[in-house]
């Protein structure tokens, strides 16, 4: 009772009050069940220390999303996928193939890494990845890491990592399609094959998405247009190895995605963007010796965006390329010690002549994981010498404790940092050149409980940043050449909250659930940061009986404001959707997914639509 109270209004009614009465009974839920010996195959984490990790001893805490899982969701976008997800918040200007934004624990869209099959993507002028431009159909795997992790990962991995995998061959031939049908007159059609062969893995898969969409705007937003706003995406991604000798391997991955999607900015033309969404990643894997494995890996990304509006093309161009050295030593049977050397070059190319610029990145890291009986530790330090900024170092400190077979608990602090994106510095009328970087510091304390029936997690943790960099509608300094706003540091931010996460097995039943309770406070001026609430999560429950899986779930968000200053108020909103699979026959299953049943009128963003009820279904074929 406490805890609704202090929680303000109920904007996402009775759905928001059973997931705090979850949250509540956390603790003593996971004490009536802290003997339970159920065992369950150990989980992989890859993303949180580079390298193989059984996911029951990795420090941070994350998230793992299978392809079981995305594939039974029945979800049609990454984004979607992810606002499932605890801790995490999104934004959409509109429908699925407009510009989105996904929020780590309160950070922004800029303050998280994204990765796919290790290769860096992301845009260096408005900084973030390109949400939009990655489509779910190419993805098997996510891995979603949280907290500060520059020491692995350099700049901008403030509020975390989101690394996603595509699909990599093993075993006999296996050809999959799948295909689809949804509102908006939205389709989906795609294929693949994998397998492995004498040493040989291979992985190829396309796909084609489209849809005619909804109205990006609503009336009243600047440059609203009735006309639909829908989208085509046409995507490709491929793995392919040998294994050259035992523990020698080399490799090529690629992804490759080009979107052509609608937009409004104007009443009277009919705004488009085309984006592509390109990795391409070589790389060799050598065990040196018993207790050395190398790896090299040689990257490049791109993200492009040509839009055309009333008033002519523009040209956003981002290349990152990247050449890796990771080498990891076992250390008493048990430790490993990880030595990292990396070089980044950021390059863009615009129709905006002042963003046409390079920077490049040096990096040096050293890591080391301790275990010893029910005690785990790690420490990592990294510089990465900037040739815009100058050198900056980060570092973290982390352990951990089994108190049970099933109970953990860890503590962890660590540093990171944000260099500005060439939009902050060098934007006519936006950027300041003398803009800093951003510089975060960390620390946090969980408790995790797995017994292989059910798992529990909470999380408390407290991210100070100073020298924030903001957008502001009103300039506080040199208005007068800065009519439309800019981006400048403030003196400190605090991203503060509880994360709690759920999930138990009832017969046929799973319950899952997330609360997220958070204060993202601009602490110079002491308001809300923009677009993220104070509370959020998510309720589902699913059933498998026989050869029929399904489900409902809720998604809900308190309050938030569109603004730094805290004037434009967007209003809590519930989302209720209804999914299900059906395995017709052997390596056949039927998928449906209705979203926003109660047809929600609802805003991520102001004077921006987002879909009403909507309903997607279709058939997959895929060897298991």
Known sequence: MILSASLGRPAAGKPLAMALAIGAAFSASVMSVAFAQEKKLESVVVTANRT???????????????????????RTSLVELLQRQRGIEITRTGGPGTNSSVFLRGTDNKQNVVLVDGVR??????????????PLSQIDRVEIVYGPLSTM?????????????????????????????????TYNLEAGVSGSSNGFRYALRAAHDESEGFSATRRGATGFNADRDGYDNDSASGQFSLELAKGHEIGVNFLHSDLKSQFDNSATFDDRIKQKVSTIGAYTKNQILPNWNSQVLVSQSQDKAVTDTRTGRTLFDTTQQQISWQNSFTVAATDVLQLIAEHRREEVDSTTSALNRSRTTNSLAAAYQLKRGDHLAAASLRNDDNSQFGSRTTGSLSYGYRLSSALRASASVGTSYRAPTFNDLYFPGFGFANNRPEKGRNAEAGLYYEDGKSTYSAVYYR????????????????QATHPFGCAYNVNEALISGLTLGASTALGDYR??????????????????????????????????????????????????????????????????????????????????????????????????????????????????
Do not use: M
């Open 121 to 134: 993507v992301g845009s260096a002028t408005s900084g973030g990845a390109n949400w939009a431009g990655i």
């Open 52 to 74: 193989p990790q059984i996911a029951t001893e990795v420090l941070n805490d994350n998230v793992v999303i299978t392809s079981e899982e995305i594939a039974k969701s029945g």
């Open 153 to 185: 990962y350099g700049a901008d991995a403030v509020g975390g990592v989101i690394q996603i995998f595509t699909k990599k061959g093993d075993g006999p031939l296996a050809p999959t399609v799948s295909a689809g049908i949804g509102t908006y007159q």
């Open 463 to 478: 991210n100070r940043l100073t020298d924030l960099l903001v957008n502001a509608p009103v300039c506080p300094v040199e």
């Open 511 to 624: 319950l899952r659930a997330t609360l997220d309770l958070q204060d993202p406070k601009d602490e110079t001026t002491g308001r809300q940061l923009a677009r993220r609430a104070k509370r959020h999560g998510t309720l589902s429950l699913d059933r498998t009986a026989g050869k029929l899986t399904g489900g409902g779930e809720v998604i809900f968000s308190g309050d938030r404001f569109d603004d730094t200053n805290n004037r434009n108020r967007l209003g809590g909103y519930g989302i209720f959707n209804l999914y299900a699979n059906y395995d017709v026959a052997p390596n056949w299953s039927l998928f449906a997914r209705w979203n926003n049943v109660l047809d929600k009128d609802y805003e991520l963003a102001r004077n921006y639509n987002n879909a009403g009820s909507n309903l997607f279904v279709g058939v997959r074929y895929g060897i298991r």
